[in-house]
């Protein structure tokens, strides 16, 4: 799939009894553009892009996650991403809750930590999809212009998408994703801070939190790298307590 590439289509039927003919239509523009007799030779997978999102992520000891959650158009091609990103928020309190580490109830920090970042990202999705697909034809040309003149379609302010905080400390970095950082080695940060929480830095911690998370799988590097030193530095930090889904959960402040 190294030179596949959508090609997307707003096609309006009147309808549902007309859904089937979206793809059809689709085929033949396609085949008009390429200037081919059977389009389905070039096209691998026909479809229509749909955005839904389900009402409750977990009845009793059902979760959903993926796409049986929420459903993305591909514009920006998030929607595996965002599935990950679920499996990575829940499969540690799946663990900790089924080994009896957790209560139950901490299943239900779920949804609430992972739909705030999910509505955001499709937000930004749906904002592609326009752009991309507009049909005023002035709005088409200024675009098309834009593109010649800057030789990028569409460009997204960087932003870092902050998850539900019921789990991690007030503060502005707590609850945002701590960075891969690697210092340019053979191996990222992830090789070495293992499957569950991890300290890094020099932190005073009662022993009572330190047991429960030891049972947590805590992994605790008081020497860090220089990269890492330098990230506890720019926060006025002495340490930071990471998540297994490697979100900040809480700085230590000097």
Known sequence: ????FPWPF????????????????ALALVAFLLQVHDPREHVVVAGVARVSLAVGWRRGPVMLAGDSAHQMPPFLGQGLCAGLRDAANLEWKLNAVCRGHAADALLDTYEPERLPHLLAV??????????IQMTDSVRVAERDAAVRAHGRPYSLTQKIYRIGLDLC?????????FPQLDEGLAYRLDSVLGDGFALLGSARISPGVNDRLVRLGLVRIQTVSAAVQQWLDSHHATAVLVRPDRLVAALETS
Request: overall charge negative.
């Open 1 to 4: 799939f190294i030179d596949a």
């Open 10 to 25: 707003e096609i309006r039927a009147a309808g549902r009894n007309h859904a089937h003919l979206r793809v059809d239509v």
């Open 122 to 131: 499709m937000a930004d999705d749906l904002a592609l999809g326009e752009y």
């Open 169 to 177: 400390a007030p503060g502005d970095v707590a609850g945002i994703p």
